[in-house]
């Protein structure tokens, strides 16, 4: 079955280091996102790709950065860690229609906490 | 600057209650308002709503629109513990770009 993963699903960082979370998917889906949930802001979105060698910065990008050199996969990079950037987060991919929309669909999600 | 707002943030209610949950947004180039529910893990899809006054359901689920003005709300009848989660509402304003509201946390008791 198709799917979407993320890794690590939990990660401890000390602030300055670099730090790169991964996601996969294998629907080929040619849209990408990656969002940050913490308490009391919902989901923001940081990063977006519309296919291959296409990056966007979302609401938050500012520390952030991805790559897109295959379809399946969009690595976020923390450049250098921030006790701010402590969340949650989560890839998503869409490509197949539902009833008009592009359905997101959301990875399992990594907890990353920076020390 | 775009923005949803839900309400309440937090619900508690017995087995069998009735609940609506509120969605509000402030959006330029809206293009559709979403729920998603997130139990311990990622969110999942619910509805998509585009027009206003059209009512959506899915079993005990549904949600209605108002564009004119500007919210939504998630109706669940006859609640069961397994509705226990996070309710999410996003409104889509560019090619899938999402801003979310803050999320209202339902629990369900027995």
């Known amino acids: 079955d198709a799917e979407i993963t993320q890794s690590p699903r939990h990660k401890i960082t000390e602030t300055g280091r670099q730090v790169t979370l991964a996601c996969h998917q294998t629907?080929?889906?040619?849209?990408m996102f990656w969002y940050r949930q913490d308490l009391g802001h919902g989901l923001r979105l940081i990063h977006y790709?519309?296919?291959?060698?296409?990056?966007n910065k979302g609401e938050v990008s500012d520390g952030y950065s991805v790559s897109r050199s295959n379809t399946e996969d969009l690595p976020l990079t923390l450049e250098s860690a921030a006790s701010s950037q402590t969340s949650v987060y989560f890839c998503?991919?869409?490509?197949?229609?539902?009833?008009?929309?592009?359905?997101?669909?959301f990875g399992p999600g990594t907890r990353l906490t920076v020390t | 600057e775009d923005k949803v707002v839900q309400s309440p943030l937090s619900l508690v209610v017995h087995e069998g209650d009735t609940v609506t949950l509120n969605c509000s947004y402030e959006?330029?180039?809206?293009?559709?308002l979403l729920w998603y529910k997130q139990e311990k893990k990622a969110p999942t899809f619910l509805f998509m709503l585009?027009?206003?006054?059209i009512e959506k359901k899915s079993g005990r689920l549904s949600s209605i629109l108002d564009k004119k003005e500007l919210f939504s709300i998630l109706n669940i009848t006859a609640t069961q513990t397994g509705d226990s989660a996070i309710y999410l509402c996003?409104?889509?304003?560019?090619?899938?770009?999402?801003?979310f509201g803050q999320g209202t946390r339902l629990t369900i008791n027995p």
């Open positions: 998503a991919s869409s490509g197949v229609q539902h009833a008009g929309y592009y359905e997101q669909y």
């Open positions: 629907w080929n889906h040619n849209n």
């Open positions: 790709s519309y296919g291959v060698q296409d990056t």
């Open positions: 959006v330029t180039n809206f293009r559709s």
């Open positions: 585009t027009s206003s006054g």
């Open positions: 996003a409104v889509e304003w560019g090619a899938q770009k999402l801003v």
